[in-house]
Nanobody, 116 residues
Framework: VRLVESGGGLVQAGGSLRLSCKASGMITSVFNPNGWGWYSQAPGKQRELVASVTSPSNTNYADSVKGRFTISRDNARKMVYLQMNNLKPEDTAVYYC????????WGQGTQVTVSS
């Protein structure tokens, strides 16, 4: 299984990005029961969970992104998404997706850079 993140980029504060993550090589019967999360790692800081989804309607967010980020999943396509709105410079980080428990090997992540 390989996690492939995409969609990052350079945006101005207040802008939006939509991140995508594909669980390549994972069969649906394994993908579907898992909870999934988006994690951010800013320079010099530890990786932290910013959003999670355990079912189509059961989502949780870090306080820092609540009301601005939306996580979703497409079980048929084995994809996890993160819609990021009203981005702030402090959101600058590399973003990764992974399961919530028993992490898979981390992907390369996708860089999000927000300029002020």
């Amino acid at each position: 299984v390989r996690l492939v993140e995409s969609g990052g980029g350079l945006v101005q504060a207040g802008g939006s990005l939509r991140l995508s993550c594909k669980a390549s090589g994972m069969i649906t019967s394994v993908f579907n029961p898992n909870g999934w999360g988006w994690y951010s790692q800013a320079p010099g800081k530890q990786r932290e969970l910013v959003a999670s989804v355990t079912s189509p309607s059961n989502t949780n967010y870090a306080d820092s992104v609540k009301g601005r980020f939306t996580i979703s999943r497409d079980n048929a396509r084995k994809m996890v998404y993160l819609q990021m709105n009203n981005l702030k410079p402090e959101d600058t980080a590399v973003y990764y997706c992974n399961t919530l428990k028993e992490h898979l090997d981390w992907g390369q992540g996708t860089q999000v850079t927000v300029s002020s």
